[in-house]
Structure formats: C-alpha cells, structure tokens
C-alpha cells in the first residue's frame, strides 16, 4: 500500500503571475448536453478543419484515436481547437458511458486495440503505468505544477497531460434571491435560513441535486467535512491515518457529520433526490422550481444553454465549524498517451499542444469556472464563479478521497456515498452506515 500525503490541491490560482485575457462570453458549446457523460459506447469522426476530405485524402492523413466519457457537447472548444490546429488530421472521438468506461478501458489496452490518446483519471494513469500501456509523458509536462504533476505520476515520471481543474460547488439564481427577498447566504446559519424560506415561505424547493450516484452524494458530505474539519490542522491528516489503519469515519468523523443531518432535517436533500438525473436538476433550476443547484462545469454550461439570460452566482459549501466553507475540486482528468498507439508521435504531438497556454485555454472554455495548473498562468473567471474566490485564495478547495490513499480512495468513496443513500431513505442510520464504511477499510487493509 503506497502513502499519499494530503494535498489541498489547486493553490491560489487567483494569485497567478500572467493573467491571460477572456472572459466566459462567447466560449459556451452551442449545445449543452444535460446527460453529464456519456451513457452509450459511440464514435464521431472530426475531420481536420471540420473539412469533407474524400475517401483517398482520409487514408492519407493521420487518424488520432480519442476515447473519452465526456459528450460530444461538453467538447465543443476542443474539438474547434484541434481542427484549427491539425487540419490534416483526423480526430476520431470514442465516447464510452463513465460506469463502464475503465473496465472497457482496460481491456481494450490489454489487447491493444485502445484508442491513440485515452481520458484518464490519477487512479488510471497509476494503474496503466504499472501495467506499461500508458507512455512516459514527463518531458511535455515540465510546466505543470507540483500537484498536478503529483495527480498523474507514478514513480518519477508522469503519465498524462492535466486537464484544467474540476470544481463541485452551489449555483444560485441571483434574480430569483432578489425576487423573493432572499438573503444571499454567507455561512451555514444563513444557507439554512434561506432554504428554510424558499421551502416554507416560497413553496419552492431550495436545492436542486441529483443524488443518484454514490460517489457525488458522497460530496454532498464531504463537502462540509472539507469546511469543517478536512480544513483543520488535524483534519488534514485523517487520510495519512486512514491508509495505515489508525482511525476511523466512525471515531474522527461523525463528531462533524452533524451539519450534514442538519440538511437532511431542514430538508434541503431529500429522499426523492435519489431517483432526481442530472438532466433532471438542471430543469428544475432553470425553469425556476429551485433557488439552487449542486453542480460542475458541466452543469454550468448545460444552465447557460438553457436560460443565457438568468444571472448566476456561487456558493461554497458552507459549515458552522471550521472554516466554515470549502468547495469540492482539484486535478481530476488527463490525457494519456496509448504506449501502443497506432499513429504514436503523432498522438503525442496533439498532447503536447495541450500542455501549452493555447492548447489549455480550449479545455478551460469547455469547463467553466475551471483554472490551469500550468506554472503562472492563470484565466479570468466568470462573474458567476467569484462567489467562491474566497476558498482560492484561503486554499479551501479539497478532494479529500484522494488522500485515503490507492487501495481505499475509490472503493471508500462509492461505499461511504452508497451508505450515506440509506441513511437519506432511512434505511440505517448514520452510526450504522459509517460502521459498513470503516468495516470496508479494515477489510481491503487486512483481509
């Protein structure tokens, strides 16, 4: 079992040295998809320069392989960035749905028909640069910093491009606040009052989520765990013990579970959100049936494609302890270079133009509110996003699965979001649900 030191990932990227000019107008896909990933295997073909090339010119032309569980939709600026950029190439876009998407990864990679360039996450590009299918890409990667570098690393190599930064977070309808007399939030007490009123005064559902998914339901904890005790001096060590076996979510962290019950109790998660899709959650926000939204990049642009008009805010996750606010976020998606690659140094060329500023500002379009890790370099964020400025710059943004180390991150992240489920539906309670969970860690440490 390997050790992974805590990191509070993505650091003050506000206080960057070059600024690079734009803002979020115009950079919106023209369509937004509101299914949030792939859900069926399927491949596009982008010719170079979106061009109609005839059958003899294709078999000329390089043809790059990119398999991927982001929708076509969610990558629109890329896609425009690498016709622009390789027009006698083409780019052949593999779009697996995220459940299955590492199984079937993984073995397409081990009989070599994988595609050319692979989205990866840190746990997959540890995995395959074990295994030998994912190429040494530490020499194109120079320029990104120590985290990211650190999130896609295994020994003293990296072995994917960093993506720009993933953020989890509240949106709020600003006109909707202003309409209905609502204060606009500042801490736990105030997030609750204003719940409190949209619910019981208004008749209108605070928060819009979907809590189908283990793994973001489990932020929907982890997120105050982050504010209130993930964000302590002896909080950021919990994950270091976790991996060694020296404590448990049942000793250090129930005691701070506390304002998550508080949501459940104030209803503002509720047991229908269980069965509530993404796509789903985003309607009731946009046609103003909730006040707020848990979401993501992706859930920004679906909101922006469906109402351009509606004013946007953002909200942290917010805590009565603590530091009282935190947002979910770091270095959650590269690109990996097939080390069988069919058109190899051609793969690599393209990767290595997303390790630039050029080549990174196209994946920042397509993931709004997002920040590069590439070395003093930094973008100007929407004013939808400086609602949550304040846990960039005190350093309040954490992935705090990622720090329970490689046997647990993933299997404790899915178990603790899945017993977090039956406690919503109260089917256990949460003494019960956090025993299941400490149960699952001795198990992969010891047995």
Known sequence: MKSRNLRKIFVSVFSAVAVLAGAFSGMI?????????????EVHVLKGA?????????DEEAVIRIGTWYTEDNLTNLKAYLAGEFPDYNFKFEYIGKSNYEPIMDSKLSYKGAPDIIYVTGEMAEKHAMTGYFANLTDITEKFNKEARLA?????AVYAVPNTSDLECIFYNKDMFSAKGAGVPTDFNSFIGACDYFRVVRKI?????????????????????SANYFSTDRGSGFGARLQYGRTTFSEELQPFMKDWETLIEHEVITADMYVI???RAVEEFVNEEAAMIVGTPETYVAIRQERPDMSIGTLPYFSSEGEGMA???????GFALNANAMN???AKEVLASLARVKGQEALWKDRPGSQTYLNDTAFNVDEAFKGIEGCYKKNLVFTPWMDWGQDLNRRVHYAFGRELQKVLLKKETLEEALAK?????????YE
């Open 152 to 156: 896609f690393g295994y020994g003293n």
């Open 205 to 225: 559902r605070p928060l819009a989520a979907s809590l189908k998914d283990p793994y973001g339901f489990a932020n929907s904890a982890l997120g105050i765990l």
């Open 327 to 333: 947002i979910i976020g770091g270095c959650d998606l």
């Open 437 to 445: 969970v400490d149960k699952l860690v001795y198990e992969i440490l």
């Open 29 to 41: 896909p023209t369509k937004a998809s509101l299914s949030f990933g792939a859900e069926n295997q």
């Open 344 to 346: 190899y140094d051609k």
């Open 50 to 58: 979106d061009s109609e090339a005839d059958s003899e010119k294709a």
């Open 277 to 279: 899709d993404g796509k």
